[in-house]
């Protein structure tokens, strides 16, 4: 059974803070995929990670991906309150997109 | 400028009663997503279009169904509306998912609300 987990699932920070999520899936793709999703909206794509080694950052936000060990994680730098939202990371095998099971991400002032 | 456009954004049906959501892009497209995603859960993937090729996921229920009538429209039918249907109904287009930098592009999404 194909599986994209996400941890932690729910994540509570203080601004300033560093934190990291991760991302763990059971079988091979070589491209993975962040999303950002504020409540009671849409999801807005973050990045797009094509290979192993592939990392990218936009603002305080950076993505990396390892597909050796199936794993990508999304780094949070001095995080502010505006990147309270739920962020959702998936795969692409077989032309369909899998979804993780999303962290919910609040930024305490 | 919308690219992926979803009507209505809310729509309040009766149990049983035959409803309809559409989505249109802009962005010709290849492949249309329609996801349905239900209060803190992932997106769960109903079927796609790739062009004119319908895909199915295996556990969609039989109620719901797909029609892609050209490139830029696609539509969601459901044909008698259970409570559990109530969620949020995402289309999404892709280029083509194969392709190099190719990513998903969502709508605003459709509340359904089933009474």
């Known amino acids: 059974e194909l599986k994209v987990e996400q941890n932690p699932l729910f994540l509570s920070m203080q601004e300033g803070k560093n934190y990291t999520i991760y991302c763990n899936y059971s079988?091979?793709?070589?491209?993975l995929y962040w999303y950002r999703q504020d409540p009671g909206k849409s999801l807005e794509s973050l990045f797009v990670l094509l290979s192993n080694g592939a990392v990218k950052q936009e603002g305080r936000l950076m993505a990396s991906l390892d597909t050796k060990a199936r794993l990508s994680t999304l780094h949070i730098t001095a995080a502010v309150h505006d990147l309270s939202a739920t962020y959702f990371c998936a795969i692409l095998t077989g032309n369909q997109f899998y979804f993780g099971t999303g962290t919910s991400l609040t930024v305490i002032p | 400028d919308a690219m992926v456009i979803q009507n209505p954004r809310y729509q309040v049906t009766q149990f049983g009663k035959p409803v309809t959501l559409s989505c249109s892009q802009t962005?010709?497209?290849?492949?249309m997503y329609w996801y349905q995603q239900k209060s803190s859960q992932a997106p769960k993937l109903l079927f796609h279009?790739?062009?004119?090729?319908?895909?199915n996921e295996a556990d969609t229920p039989d109620n719901f169904q797909s029609r892609r009538p050209n490139t830029s429209f696609c539509f969601l039918d459901i044909r008698s509306p259970g409570l559990g249907d109530a969620a949020m109904y995402l289309c999404?287009?892709?280029?083509?998912?194969?392709?190099?930098?190719?990513?998903?592009?969502f709508g605003p999404g459709t509340r359904l609300t089933v009474l």
């Open positions: 962005l010709n497209h290849n492949v």
């Open positions: 999404a287009t892709s280029r083509d998912p194969g392709g190099y930098t190719d990513t998903q592009y």
């Open positions: 079988t091979t793709s070589d491209r």
């Open positions: 279009y790739y062009d004119k090729d319908f895909n």
